[in-house]
C-alpha cells in the first residue's frame, strides 16, 4: 500500500474580502520507497519489553531557495 503525503492549503481570501470561512483544499502526493524509508519513525525508548518510537511533530513545505 502507497504512502502519502497530504498537504492541506487554506485560502484566506473570502474570509479578508467578505468575512466569509476560509477555502481549503488538500493535496496528497505518493510518496517513492526512499522517501518512505527516510520518514519511518525511529525507535525512541523501551519500557519493559515494548519499544516506543517518535511522533510526527509538524511537517513544513520549505520554499525553494529557502
Given at each position: 500500500?502507497?504512502?502519502?503525503l ?6 484566506d ?54
Amino acid at each position: 500500500m502507497p504512502i502519502k503525503l497530504t498537504v492541506i492549503f487554506r485560502d484566506d481570501g473570502p474570509m479578508i474580502q467578505c468575512g466569509d470561512s476560509p477555502i481549503y483544499r488538500s493535496v496528497q502526493v505518493e510518496l517513492t520507497p526512499e522517501q518512505q524509508e527516510r520518514l519511518k519513525p525511529r525507535p525512541s525508548y523501551m519500557a519493559g519489553t515494548t519499544q516506543y518510537y517518535e511522533a510526527i511533530s509538524k511537517c513544513f513545505i520549505e520554499p525553494e531557495g529557502a
